[in-house]
């Protein structure tokens, strides 16, 4: 009985550990860094999609080439303006600039992959269809006619 | 005499504070990546306009106009009615004399106005697709017994060469 220390009178509740809080920590980074995918594109303008319900998963992301339409962030406003914005790829381009920029992405792909390139866009759902339907018309000059409207799930 | 010292331990303390700015870092540089869209094959570009006095029965107008309405054969239409339309127009085979003499001559043709939301706009080619969609569906279930994502390649394409998706899009001129 002399091995075990007397209390000295004080009952204190013991206090909560926060040894495992750098686990529970490191959980929630392994969560992350297998569910996220390292951003590609910076995204300059705010594109908020509507919701559908018929979606098809891109087939081959490494021969896709993304384009983004809507007003650019705030960062870029004092630039930039509030309207509607065309975005390819990494930069603010107009409509005309499609051909140019479908050349530069054919020249970095073999030509027997060229048939199976595709675009996604992802637009405001705010956007008017003016910018959009221009886009689509120099697409389909730039021979680039495999197009995805990429959209949020509906239930319905 | 062993002097039995103790190590001193490393202090664990800012393990924590190590965790919470890896993790900061991977939520700022990373995105949930949306890689889902509707997927859509725009037809070959030509100087030409496609002028073409196509049977006018043969021809579903979907019209959206600027104020964001829906206007089908020139007649209102609440986007829910939209897909049922579509399938009806299709499927009629020369039944009503109004739609579509066969499959194989229907064809969608979608208006826009330069000034009508991308919302409505998807919105209602969400529905056209849909219809589609769902004709497929039920073509892949009578002829081969399957679910359209289970047939082969060529067999979706046979279901597609005698129910073939024909979607003109144009933007209104007015």
Redesign the interface.
Known sequence: MSKFKKNGGKKEAPGITTASLPDIVFMLLCFFIVITKMRETDLKVMAKPPQITELAKIENKGLNSSIFIGPPSPKYQQFYGGAPRLQLNDAFAKPSDIMQWAANRRAEIQPALHPKMTVSMKVDSEVKMGIVNETKTELRKANLRQLYYLANKRSK | MIITKKLPQVN?GS??D???L??VF??V?????????????????TDIPTGGSKELKNVLRVVITSGDQLFVNNEKFEMDALREKTLHFVTNNGKDPSMSRSPKYAMVLLT????????H???V??EI??AY?ALWEKAAQQDYGRAWDRLSAAEQSAVKAKLPRVIM?E?SRF
Not at chain 2, 29 to 45: A, C, E, F, R
Request: aromatic share 14%; hydrophobic share 40%.
């Open positions: 664990a393990m924590a190590i965790a919470f890896l993790l991977f939520l540089t990373t995105t949930i990546q949306q890689d889902k869209g509707l997927q859509v094959s725009l037809p070959q570009w826009n106005d330069k000034g009508c939301s991308y919302n706009y998807l919105a080619s969400n697709y849909a969609n899009e933007e």
